[in-house]
């Protein structure tokens, strides 16, 4: 019955995708989680709760550490990543 989150921390993942978002999650019917079978890495079953419902969060410190997120983590703030849209967010930090 949480309405939102308080405070998160998120880490860029390596191909862009953030709290076990992929392109091909499937968002359920009430479009707070999400879900696929087919992440890139293991395991492949993944639920998370969808970008939209993390984008209501009070605060998000984005962490993208390390060489091999450099291209993601520049694709991100170009507006080209996979979920650039929280780049809008009002109260986000982004540690590199």
């Known amino acids: 019955n949480i309405s939102k989150p308080d405070f998160l921390l998120l880490s860029l993942g390596e191909d862009g995708h953030l709290a076990g978002h992929f392109h091909n999650s499937i968002l359920d019917q009430s479009k707070i989680f ?24 009070d605060k ?15 694709k991100f703030l170009a507006g080209e990543g996979l979920h650039s849209n929280l780049i809008t967010h009002p109260n986000l930090t982004v540690l590199f």
């Open 60 to 74: 998000i410190i984005l962490a993208a550490i390390g060489k091999e997120k450099k291209q993601q983590l520049q």
């Open 34 to 57: 999400c879900f696929t079978d087919h992440a890139p890495k293991l395991p492949r079953k993944r639920v998370s709760f969808s970008m939209k419902w993390l984008f209501k969060s």
